[in-house]
T-cell receptor
Framework: GDSVTQMEGPVTLSEEAFLTINCTYT??????LFWYVQYPGEGLQLLLK?????DKGSNKGFEATYRKETTSFHLEKGSVQVSDSAVYFC???????????????FGSGTQLTVLP | EAGVAQSPRYKIIEKRQSVAFWCNPI?????LYWYQQILGQGPKLLIQ????????DSQLPKDRFSAERLKGVDSTLKIQPAKLEDSAVYLC????????????????FGPGTRLTVL
C-alpha cells in the first residue's frame, strides 16, 4: 500500500539557519503530495502542495519539489524563524482502488524547534 | 469563515467506559473525515463520509468504534468500550468535495480531541 517516510526528529536549529526535512513516498499510482504543519495546540494546516512531477509548491518561504524519479518531496526553507517551530507532516493523496475518493496518507511527522 | 469545530478538546476516561466526540465541519463541505493520531505518529484515517453516506470505513475498528453523520452536516464518533490503546488525538477534517478531478483537494482540520484512557 501507499506509505510516506519522513526524516526523524526532533530537529533543532538556530534562527536564520537553513532547513531541510526529507520525505520519500511509495505509491502505486500518481499521487498528489503535501506538507502540513501543526502548531502547538492547533489543528493541521496545509503548508504547500504539488500535484505533478517537477511541480514546486511554496508558501511562507517554504518550498518542496515533486521528484518522481527519486519519489521524494523534501521540505526546505532558507532562513527559519522562531515562529516556524511546529510539527511538519508529509502526506500523499491517491485514490485507492475500488474507492471513489482520494485519501491522505501521512508520514510520522518531524518536530522542528527554532532557537533565537 | 469559521473552521472545523470539535468538542470536547480533552477527555479522560477509564478503560471499558464509552466516549463520544463531536465535529462540525466547515459550512458547505460535503466530505468529512475522522482521523486517529497516536503520539509520535501521523494521522490515520478512520472513516470518510460524503454528505451523510460512508465512503470508506475500512480502517475503523467496528467492534468498538462507530460514527454517524446525520443530515450530512455534524458528525459524532463513539468508542464503546474504550481500551488503553485508544489513547490518541482524534482529528476531524472536512473538504469541499472528494471525488475525481479534485486533484489535491484541500482538507481542513479541526483542533482535535485528546483522549486519555486510564
Amino acid at each position: 500500500g501507499d506509505s510516506v517516510t519522513q526524516m526523524e526528529g526532533p530537529v533543532t536549529l538556530s534562527e536564520e539557519a537553513f532547513l531541510t526535512i526529507n520525505c520519500t513516498y511509495t505509491a502505486t499510482g500518481y499521487p498528489s503530495l503535501f506538507w502540513y504543519v501543526q502548531y502547538p495546540g492547533e489543528g493541521l494546516q496545509l503548508l504547500l502542495k504539488a500535484t505533478k512531477a517537477d511541480d514546486k509548491g511554496s508558501n511562507k518561504g517554504f518550498e518542496a519539489t515533486y521528484r518522481k524519479e527519486t519519489t521524494s518531496f523534501h521540505l526546505e526553507k532558507g532562513s527559519v524563524q522562531v515562529s516556524d517551530s511546529a510539527v511538519y507532516f508529509c502526506a500523499l493523496s491517491e485514490r485507492p482502488p475500488l474507492r471513489s475518493a482520494r485519501q491522505l496518507t501521512f508520514g510520522s511527522g518531524t518536530q522542528l524547534t527554532v532557537l533565537p | 469563515e469559521a473552521g472545523v469545530a470539535q468538542s470536547p478538546r480533552y477527555k479522560i476516561i477509564e478503560k471499558r467506559q464509552s466516549v463520544a466526540f463531536w465535529c462540525n465541519p466547515i459550512s458547505g463541505h460535503a466530505t468529512l473525515y475522522w482521523y486517529q493520531q497516536i503520539l509520535g505518529q501521523g494521522p490515520k484515517l478512520l472513516i470518510q463520509f460524503q454528505n451523510n453516506g460512508v465512503v470508506d470505513d475500512s480502517q475503523l475498528p467496528k467492534d468498538r468504534f462507530s460514527a454517524e453523520r446525520l443530515k450530512g452536516v455534524d458528525s459524532t464518533l463513539k468508542i464503546q468500550p474504550a481500551k488503553l490503546e485508544d489513547s490518541a488525538v482524534y482529528l476531524c477534517a472536512s473538504s469541499l468535495e472528494a471525488t475525481s478531478g479534485s486533484d489535491g483537494n484541500e482538507q481542513f482540520f479541526g483542533p482535535g480531541t485528546r483522549l486519555t484512557v486510564l
